[in-house]
């Protein structure tokens, strides 16, 4: 090891240890008179004032500290000079000039310390030129060009790119000592990236460069990264957990791994997120430390860790503006008590209270209780803090089709009028062709998770070409549905409809239209399996439904029969742009004839989410006037493009199908159409417009068709 000293020379004034006399000659002393030493004088010590007389001179202090301060004395006024005498002039070495020409001096109140400051507004406020801005068209700006070099290797280039400050300054500067400054802040930044990457060692320089010919000048940062550094060793400094691997299977660092921050910091996370999943809410990462050796270029990680009592679920508590009490929050959670904490389990119970639509704000956070389980661990109570958000809701909607002209539906909806969740819904239909009025009731979440229980009553007057009925109707239904925050795999719901119903119906023995009462009862089911990945817009997987109604109509008599329909439609995603799509219904009413059945009741193709390009329910049988009369089958398909760019998608189709007499739906006799639509894609689903032309039209259907929605059409 060398070792370097400082010498400092200090002047040092020495005095002198002897007085030499002079040295006198024998020839000037003649001249010279000899130097007698004074006399010493014995009182030279003495003191000039003697210590009684300076006590008697001081002033006589009083003992009262409130008593009043004495008079000052009076400071004698300056003695006046006669009118021909003035002051002596100031005794000075150097005589003030005289003469002709000479200028004196000028008096007091007219020096530079005397005069007034200049107006702030004189003052130049103009920036210097290395902080002035180089969009200024007056400015002078140099132009330059930045080069990396090193950082290639390590993939760091675009990294430092994002965050380099000549990159950001856009080749662009006041000054050189601006590009220099800027090139210094990248020196320092290439080091920071190269630490990241686990070169410890890594240095950068900065060199600013003439470009001949050119004007413009270079900033090339080059880095130059040095020895690897890797972990050494692994410590975690924790209590004992169950299992006793569990710390360092869930750590996911391996000896010989670069010290990469990237990969420290998310195997850090890792911990931190598999812990709570396996009975460890409340653990807590200390300060890692990783300790360098430069000379075989690894470095020892320790971690020390909280992990926390192992712990599992417990009751529930709620405080806040409550939407329902705490009972209800144990029907909505996916886990009982005395299991293993999980927090994903807790993730699950917030998303399905933010999913009932009753808070403004809703959390669910893990409580100790230091109550021990059975199975050693500490049972912890979740507290679900909640505010309550409006109950009340206005909604509507509009559409527009060829065949069912304008629709509008309003509604009104009181979310919790019986509370937990039982909603109140009124709803109004306003359309040129449809008419309504409608009541329900709906308790979310009955008992059980999920599940729905929903009673309605409604009264609808339609005027359509294939029938015209006014309609009342009282249903129940029992459902587990999926919505578009909590997406289901399988779905079912069932049911009762009780309606009764005037209608006009075309009567081919009497070759005339006449209206007709029917009562129905029916008991309606399904069942939908679902892989797609969204409800308003999937973009892969597939859907797969079936819909079974055994049913009796009365109409002077008792005749019993099934609709049933079966429907399947498949995504497939192309590219980040294409999605191709495609739909399969086919659908049979067993056990009665045609004309028994009430017009409504009966399969009709056409429409929006049918055959596009004819009218709504304007495809199978017609009567002698060209009405549809509908059928006892039903068979469709639809093949669809849907290419988006950015919130803006256009959606080429293809439809077609048929409805039939028969029982079966036939192969045959089957009716296309075509078309182009637009997409504008929000934030709860697409708006679709869709416009179709029919390719094989019958006498009577029209040229164009016309369809506005939200949703896709499958």
Excluded at 20 to 25: A, K
Excluded at 61 to 72: G, R, V, W
Excluded at 405 to 413: I, M, P, V
Excluded at 422 to 440: D, M, P
């Amino acid at each position: 090891m060398a070792f370097s000293s400082t010498w400092l020379v200090l002047p040092v004034a020495l005095a002198a240890q002897q007085q030499t006399p002079p040295v006198v000659s024998a020839s000037d002393q003649s001249l010279t008179p000899p130097v007698v030493a004074a006399p010493v004088d014995p009182d030279a010590d003495a003191p000039i004032v003697s210590e009684p007389d300076f006590d008697k001179a001081l002033p006589q202090l009083s003992d009262d500290i409130n008593a009043p301060l004495e008079a000052m004395p009076a400071i004698p006024s300056a003695p006046t000079l006669p009118a021909d005498r003035t002051l002596p002039a100031e005794t000075s070495s150097t005589p003030p000039p005289t003469g002709p020409g000479t200028l004196s001096p000028p008096p007091l109140e007219e020096t530079e310390l005397a005069r007034p400051l200049p107006a702030l507004g004189t003052f130049d406020s103009t920036p210097p030129i290395d902080v002035a801005d180089t969009n200024d068209d007056k400015t002078v700006v140099i132009r330059y060009d930045t080069q990396v070099n090193g950082l290639d290797p390590l993939e760091l280039t675009s990294q430092f790119n994002a965050l380099s400050a000549l990159k950001e300054g856009g080749g662009k500067a006041a000054n050189a000592t601006m590009i220099s400054a800027r090139a210094r802040e990248d020196e320092a930044l290439a080091v920071r990236l190269m630490k990241s990457r686990g070169y410890y060692d890594g240095t950068a320089s900065s060199t600013i460069e003439s470009v001949p010919n050119g004007g413009n000048v270079k900033a090339i940062i080059s880095a130059t990264p040095g020895k690897l550094y890797k972990l050494g060793s692994i410590t975690i400094e924790a209590g004992p957990v169950t299992p006793p691997d569990l710390l360092t299977r869930e750590l996911p660092l391996r000896i010989g791994d670069p010290i990469e921050a990237d990969r420290v910091q998310g195997a850090e996370a890792n911990l931190s997120l598999k812990l709570p999943q396996q009975g460890y809410p409340f653990v807590t990462l200390g300060q890692r430390d990783i300790l360098l050796d430069d000379a075989n270029w690894t470095g020892a990680y320790t971690l020390p860790v909280d992990a926390g009592p192992r712990s599992s679920f417990g009751s529930y508590s709620t405080e806040g503006k409550l939407a329902f009490d705490a009972e209800h929050v144990g029907v909505l959670a996916r886990f009982k008590a005395g299991e293993l904490y999980d927090n994903r389990k807790v993730d699950d119970l917030r998303d399905a209270l933010v999913a009932t639509g009753l808070f403004s704000t809703v959390s669910v956070e893990p409580v100790r209780t230091g109550k021990a389980g059975p199975d050693g661990t500490e049972a912890v109570d979740l507290l679900v803090r909640q505010t309550a958000g409006p109950p009340r809701s206005i909604g509507a909607t509009a559409g527009y089709s060829t065949g069912q002209g304008f629709r509008l539906e309003g509604s009104f909806t009181h979310r919790n009028m019986w509370k937990p969740e039982g909603a109140l819904i009124l709803s109004v239909v306003a359309g040129t062709q449809e008419q309504g009025l409608g009541a329900t009731f709906r308790r979310s979440n009955a008992g059980k998770r999920d599940r729905t229980v929903t009673l309605t009553a409604s009264a609808n007057h339609s005027n359509y070409d294939a029938f015209n009925a006014f309609t009342g109707t009282l249903s129940g239904r029992i459902s587990y549905d999926s919505t578009p925050i909590w997406q289901k795999k399988f779905t079912y719901a069932y049911g009762f409809e009780l309606v009764g119903t005037n209608e006009s119906v075309y009567d081919f023995s009497r070759r005339e239209k006449h209206r007709a009462t029917y009562g129905i009862l029916a008991l309606p089911g399904q069942a939908q399996f679902d892989t797609s990945n969204d409800l308003l817009n999937p973009t892969k997987g597939y859907r797969l439904k079936l819909s079974f109604s055994p049913e009796t109509s009365v109409r002077g008599g008792v005749r019993p029969y099934a609709r049933m329909l079966i429907e399947g439609s498949i995504y497939q995603h192309v590219s980040d742009s294409i999605v191709l799509a495609g739909r399969l219904r086919a659908g049979s009413i067993p056990g009665i004839a045609r004309d028994d059945l009430a017009p409504s009741r009966r399969y009709y193709g056409g429409g929006g989410g049918s055959v596009r390009g004819y009218g709504y329910q304007r495809l199978g049988p017609l009567d002698p006037n060209g009405d549809p009369v509908g059928g006892r089958s039903l068979n469709e398909f639809s093949l669809e493009a849907r290419y988006r760019f950015g919130n803006f998608g256009i959606v080429p189709f293809i439809d077609g199908g048929n409805a039939y007499e028969s029982v079966l739906p036939k192969g045959s006799d089957l009716r296309f159409g075509a078309g182009i639509g637009g997409r504008f894609y929000t934030n709860f689903g697409p708006l679709r417009v869709d416009v179709a032309t029919p390719l094989n039209p019958r006498p009577g259907d029209g040229k164009v068709a016309l369809y506005i929605s939200i949703g896709q059409a499958f």
